[in-house]
């Protein structure tokens, strides 16, 4: 796989000397141990790790759902760390999508009416030529009046998708989204965020510990006891397993 | 088991204090009216037994009734000449005939003293014998001696400015006289007897101006040393004349303090009824309660059940806990309780039923009782959802599913069909089928739990209507309408607290409006009079016939036509009766007579009602049975049949002449004026009041001022009613916030995702806001339209008795409405809050 990675790349997320901590004195859990990362615009970057790695808590820290202990934290370049609760719920309502390992949706609303979430909590209508592309693209036209329970694991993940990219964000973060799907749907799940990435432009942060998933990235950051240890450019499944392999041994 | 039903019960606290405060408010109104009850009993015990303590026995005339017939009491009086009698008997030290009756003081200015709450205004005789007195005592100046001295209550003197010196006018059955105060009096430690204002008079005076010349209405006795009161009164009764009897001093005491007891019943079946009403929507907040914990648990109870534990120890657990509950929310609400009497008392003193003071009285009946109805309600209320646990099966522990909204079932939507539709066809048989009143009043029951089964299947249309506006809102508004619809089950039972609370009030305030629509057209049919002449004081019993006498003199009357009320068994039953002025009351009022005349009553006649006539087969010329309290069995022959009068407001009419053989100490209620042809009416209205100064126990209306009159009596019952009533939207807030607050609980993932997604805190408030406000609309609407519709039917089974018209008080049900989405929002401020604090990652993160 080639990947042609823009020589003048901008920044859509960066984390500078970010440390998280759990807990005082003996008992602390550094989750996170100063942590600085950039992530390019317009890549499908994959987070990778064992499980404690630290890796979903990168994502959140990135992503504005949680708040490091120490370092800063920029999207674009808004510092974001030292953001009000209001400001950052509105950043991340503005500038960020999100696909959750599970429970992306609100059980009372339709397909259709989850993906419009974020625009309509902003008041804002949804653009609806671009909607209906994105649903066509994650192929869901026919299932976008039914409620989440009508839908399968697999479904609801592509909606959870079209709803992440439907308010165009600076960045789309997904934690672990194929962890409760099977291969097939993990595999169109992947492809949809991939083709997101290659023909719209979308920047793409995912934690994943599938190798499987990460090969479907431009970019694989390796965390290990809340560092990073080391990068992958244009992974490939097989690459990455072997390279998990030597992590956990 | 016991273990587990114990940490369940400590898990959530705050939805055990919402819980125990639902059915702690309930309770601590049970226990505070006991707690009242028992305390105005020991009081008036303890004031009567003082006053009455110098009075070893009493030789009065028999009454036809004792005390306890709950019909006023009142006993012709004793020949002067058996004083004499009484004396010879062996053991008595001290006699002294007694004589009380009608009294009404002024102040300086001429301003009647007037009593609250429709306690009397009396006059007594002041016995020389200071150990006749018992305890009441001079606490200034001196007893009342000769003609012209009175000694009053301390409470009158100090609450209206009288000085010992001062001159003041008194009003009797007759004619106004001036005396001087003397002598200010208490009783025990009390400035008043119960809010009763008191005029002493020596005896001669008393006899002249509130009793008969030669007559004493009780001959009071003091025993010698060594003679027992119960001796002495068996040998006064021996010697006694024909158709008077002596008891003992204490038993007066009993009866006195018993009659104004029973006075005071009605409150306390009034606070009862508030007390069930509180318990009855709590008992809903305990169902719902019981429903989120079965649900909640249910992963908990099948793993209890996969473990081996049986259906019925799961059932007996959950009824544990409920009886756990209900015993200790019961103990709070007994010691509310205290606190809910103290209130009571004060709202009563507000009312002007003041109280003597005693310590709060506690009776061991008051605890257990409480504690008994308390918990009995919580379990009873327990029951459904216990036995729904039972059906948890033990294979669900392993699933990981929330259980989803059962919906109601279509047994439910038979049976609330069925209860409804027998309730209203009830009530309409009731009206138009002859069925009475008390077929209508079952019918209001059945359609009431009718509605309250129907209202699980309303909740989601109803949500969906009412939560339709809400689409403006945005997004949170959409969300909390779904919200709202989700739990159906839910939702109803938590709207259906407010539901009743608002069924009762609106149907008070319908039925009250029609009422009052009704009195200008009524007033116009029953009476042809332009101005009338009634009491000063709306809870006075009466005023003086001398205010009657003097109107009519007045240039510009044609007519005075007085009217008084009174209380007697009419063929055996117990009835209030209506006197007329059998020379003017046809001319003043609209009988409508089917047969006979007013004219023929003499002392001996009776009209009655064409509906008693129908009921008892009675015609013109039959011979009716009338037992009063002082006279006894009287044959009464009919002599008019009419039909029902607003004014006149019974179904017996006798003359005042015969009223006044009967009953003695009679006063009038209402007079209707007529004037001559040509008259002025505003212009005569002021001669009257002018001639009336010195009468201030009654005052002169016009036709307007009249209905405002009748009105206002309502509006002061409507008032009360609903005040107390708020206790129960009350019960039913904590209700929502409850619900609230689980829901909440239940959806912490979806707050979390929906900030995580962008959703702000404010939005998030908003939305269990709205939410709240849905829930407590579908309440206030189901019980609006329920209220109006029972107010009415109501109304129209008053019919008879002159509600003849159907209001709906708009503005008011507009306003109720308005207050129950307000109390939405006020119950939604805890809840909201803690939804907004919902931990977005804890709620998007999957472990």
Known sequence: ?249 | MFKTTWRGMTAHKLRLVLTTSSIALGVAFLAGTLILTDTMKVAFDQLFGKVSSGTDAVVRQESAYDASSGISLSRAPIPASALDAVKQVDGVAAAEGAVSGYALLTDTHGKAVLTDGGAPTMGYSMPRDTALRGDIHLLSGHAPRGPHQVAIDASSAEGHDIPLGSQIKVLFRGPTETFTVVGTVGYGGEKDLGGTSAAYFDTATAQRVIGQPGMFDEIDVRAADGVSDATLAKRLDAAAPEGAEAVTGTQVAKEASDALNSQFEFLNIMFGAFAGIALFVGSFIIWNTFSMIVTQRSREIALLRAVGATRRQVNRSLLLEAGLLGVSASAVGVVLGAGVAKGLNAVMAVLGFSLPSTSLQVAPRTIWLSLLVGTAVTVFAAIVPARRATKVLPIEALRDSTPGARHPSRLRAALGTVLTGAGVFAILQGLYGGGGGTLVLLGIAGTLFGAITLSQLLARPLAGLIGSPLRWRGVQGDLARQNAMRNPRRTASTAAALMIGLTLVVSMSTFASSFKASIAPVLKNSTNAELYLTTASAQAAGYSPEASRIAATVPGVAAVSASGWGQARVAGSGAGYSSVDPATAERAFNLHLDAGSAKDLGTDGLMVTSKAAKANGWTIGDTVPVEFAATGTQQFTIRGIFDYNTVVESDYVISLAAQEANEGDRLDSTALILLDRGADADVVKDRITAALADHPDAKVLDQKGFEQEIGGFVDALLALVSAMLLLAVVIALLGIINTLALSVFERTRELGLLRAVGMTRGQVRSMVRWESVVISLIGATLGAGLGVGLGMALARSMKWYGVTELSVPTTQVLAYLVGAALAGVLAAVGPSRSAAKVDVLKAVVTD
Request: zero cysteines.
């Open chain 1, 1 to 249: 796989m080639t990947v042609t990675t823009p020589v003048l790349a901008s920044t859509a997320a960066r984390a500078e000397s970010v440390s998280k901590h759990y807990g005082e004195g003996d008992a602390a859990v550094r989750a996170l141990d100063d942590v600085s990362v950039s992530l390019q615009a317009g890549q499908f970057t994959a987070i990778m790790g064992p499980s404690g790695s630290g890796k979903s808590t990168l994502l959140h820290v990135l992503a504005g759902l949680d708040r490091p202990t120490s370092g800063q934290v920029y999207l674009g370049d808004t510092e974001i760390t030292s953001l009000s609760d209001r400001k950052l719920t509105l950043l991340r309502r503005d500038q960020i999508g999100f696909i959750f390992q599970s429970f992306n949706l609100l059980p009372t609303l339709t397909a259709a009416e989850n993906i419009e979430l974020p625009m309509r909590i902003a008041g804002r209508r949804p653009d609806p030529l671009w909607v209906r592309s994105i649903v066509e693209t994650v192929g869901l036209a026919e299932r976008l009046g039914h409620r989440p329970a009508e839908l399968s694991g697999g479904q609801q993940q592509r909606v959870a998708a079209a709803r992440a990219l439907a308010s165009r964000p600076q960045v789309v973060f997904a934690d672990e989204p194929t962890g409760a799907l099977d291969s097939r749907s993990g595999a169109e799940l992947l492809g949809f965020l991939r083709g997101a990435v290659r023909d719209l432009g979308q920047t793409v942060v995912m934690v994943t510990h599938d190798p499987v998933a990460a090969g479907y990235a431009d970019r694989a950051l390796f965390l290990a006891d809340g560092s990073i240890v080391d990068e992958m450019t244009a992974p490939t499944a097989d690459a990455v397993f072997d390279y998990m392999k030597q992590l956990g041994a």
